[in-house]
């Protein structure tokens, strides 16, 4: 009788401690505490504890392959939001934009870079970025994708395959030049888009993307950088570097036939609106993804995303509706781009009420830049490449600086483990001037890497295509093709 009741109170006490567990929220589960129990010495162990100790060293192993299952599921429902900016969202939204006989040869421009930009990443672009190198360029360590598999890289993301990683991070890489094209369109040969593209990867991408988010590089802000930098998805890495980068290459292009004497208004606002309405969207994979984790973070980023875009729709809109008499669909759907410009690299460190703030200035600032700084400095960004993510990326990296908390991101912490001020309002003023340094640094990278790039496509194999080719149309003088048959 005293062994069946010995029994019977094992089994409750196991049956309790297991359900006990697995009742608790994912983030209560202590890794640590379970495995101390499961590996407790051998001598030190009674045979009733043992089964105990082996019931807990499985739950451990199942609640980390359940973690790594739903981060990794998430993070690939991530990539494919992020793909779904380059085509159709930023596609259709620049083809939309510019005159229909234009239009399959801007829109070929963001679908070739998804296979441009995808093999070069494969083969060296991963590498660069986020191998270990030196302050300002990654290594050959994942040359190829050597070593790039279901291992997780823990200095990334340690709960999902590093083959993840390295897709999502190559999503970014797509879009990126492809916010470029929208400066030049219209007017730059195929040919030459696509070395541009693959040299300037090369000189300004990578490089940028190592010092911001590689392991030691400059700029990053939790793995060894000398100017720890907030950015939590890329306000310098793809906006800063792609506005700027735009606005020297319309600059040295120079203007479209005719501009700004003739008027070349969108040719379908319906494939812009329809486009824009795919970015907003494909962007949640693009900040919350950026967690690397399907959390609590993600919640919060996924919240300042949509508390931007809004926000940046309504200051767009407002300020044209006071100034022109009625808000436009494009200005519209063009301040909901501004606003998440700029709150992509705030999303993972401020809260709702600093987002709201955030995209409302971005709004204002992109109004101000595409209807006012334009016409006044005349330069033809036929896009407004360089208005919107140029000039709205750098506010919301500064911005970055000023409402970073810790509440929401803890990112650094003292020797103890206690969590530190993060921006200017949390208490910490230097984080302002490490957001100069990196906008500061961004810009420059931008400005004389997009210029270098020039010099050396341009003296290969031109540039522009030739006025009669201008005037014939992208689609078919590059492609042979046109968007639009309208013969019965």
């Not at 399959?104 to 930009?117: D, E, K, P």
């Not at 000189?203 to 988010?213: C, D, E, K, Q, T």
């Not at 506005?243 to 208004?265: D, F, M, Q, T």
Request: charged share 10%.
């Amino acid at each position: 009788m005293a062994r069946m009741l010995l029994r019977v109170f094992l089994g409750f006490v196991i049956f309790a401690a297991a359900g006990g567990v697995l009742c608790l929220p994912h983030s209560t589960v202590r890794a640590a505490s379970l495995t101390s129990l499961a590996q407790s010495p051998p001598a030190a162990q009674s045979p009733a504890s043992a089964p105990l100790a082996n019931r807990l060293a499985t739950l451990e192993q199942q609640v980390a392959a359940a973690r790594s299952s739903g981060d990794n599921a998430w993070m690939l429902v991530c990539c494919a939001l992020v793909l779904l900016m380059t085509g159709p969202g930023l596609a259709l939204f620049y083809g939309g934009l510019v005159r229909k006989k234009n239009v399959l040869g801007t829109m070929m421009q963001s679908f070739a870079l998804m296979a441009i930009v995808t093999v070069c990443w494969a083969l060296f672009g991963y590498s660069l970025s986020f191998a270990p190198g030196n302050s300002f360029i990654g290594g050959f360590g994942f040359l190829f994708l050597r070593g790039v598999g279901a291992a997780p890289n823990a200095a990334y993301a340690a709960t999902i395959p590093q083959q993840t990683f390295m897709l999502f991070q190559l999503m970014f890489a797509i879009i990126t030049p492809a916010l470029i094209t929208g400066a030049f369109a219209e007017r730059m040969k195929f040919s030459a888009m696509a070395l541009f593209m693959i040299l300037w990867s090369f000189i300004v991408y990578y490089p940028l993307a190592h010092m911001v988010w590689g392991q030691g590089g400059l700029l990053n802000a939790s793995l060894g950088g000398k100017f720890p930098t907030l950015d939590f998805a890329g306000g310098t890495v793809v906006h800063i570097s792609s506005g700027v980068s735009a606005l020297v290459c319309a600059l040295y292009l120079g203007k479209r036939l005719g501009y700004p004497r003739e008027i070349s208004p969108p040719h379908s606002v319906v494939l812009s609106f329809i486009g824009a309405c795919l970015l907003w969207v494909g962007w949640i994979g693009f900040n919350a993804g950026s967690a690397l984790a399907a959390g609590s973070l993600a919640s919060s980023a996924f919240v300042a995303t949509q508390f931007g875009a809004a926000a940046g729709v309504l200051g767009w809109a407002g300020a044209e509706w006071l100034r022109n008499g009625k808000p436009s669909a494009l200005g519209a759907v063009s301040g909901a781009v501004a606003g998440l410009v700029a709150i992509t690299p705030a999303s993972g460190f401020v809260g709702p009420m600093s987002s709201l703030l955030i995209g409302l200035i971005a709004g204002l600032l992109g109004y101000f830049m595409v209807t006012v700084v334009k016409s006044k400095l005349g330069y033809d960004d036929s896009l407004d490449a360089f208005g919107v993510h140029g000039a709205c990326g750098t506010v919301g990296a500064l911005l970055t600086g000023v409402f970073a908390t810790s509440a929401v991101n803890p990112i650094f912490r003292d020797p103890h483990g206690h969590a530190l001020a993060v921006g200017l309002l949390d208490g910490n003023a230097g984080q302002l001037l490490n957001q100069f340094i990196a906008v500061a640094i961004s810009w420059t990278l931008a400005i004389v890497g997009s210029l270098v790039v020039l010099k050396i496509v341009d003296a290969l194999i031109g540039l522009r295509v030739t006025a009669e080719h201008e005037i014939q149309g992208l689609d078919l003088s590059q492609h042979g093709e046109e968007g639009y048959n309208l013969e019965v």
